[in-house]
């Protein structure tokens, strides 16, 4: 059985932040690159960042 993301957002760049969104009960914010795979994990909340159909890597 696989495992879904809890969050998935769909990005137009291969650069991201993460900060959990949840104010204080966030955690701290983390820079992230989107990757040959077509998507990024943030390693604290497992929030999946994926790379938009068309977008450029840049």
Do not use: Q
Request: with cysteine; charged share 30%.
């Amino acid at each position: 059985m696989k495992n879904e993301a809890p969050e998935v957002e769909i990005v137009k760049t291969t650069k991201v932040h993460c900060d959990g969104k949840e104010g204080p009960l966030g955690h701290p914010r983390v820079y992230l690159t989107i990757g040959l795979e077509g998507f990024v994990e943030c390693p604290y909340c497992d929030k999946r960042f994926v790379l938009a159909e068309g977008a450029e890597a840049h």
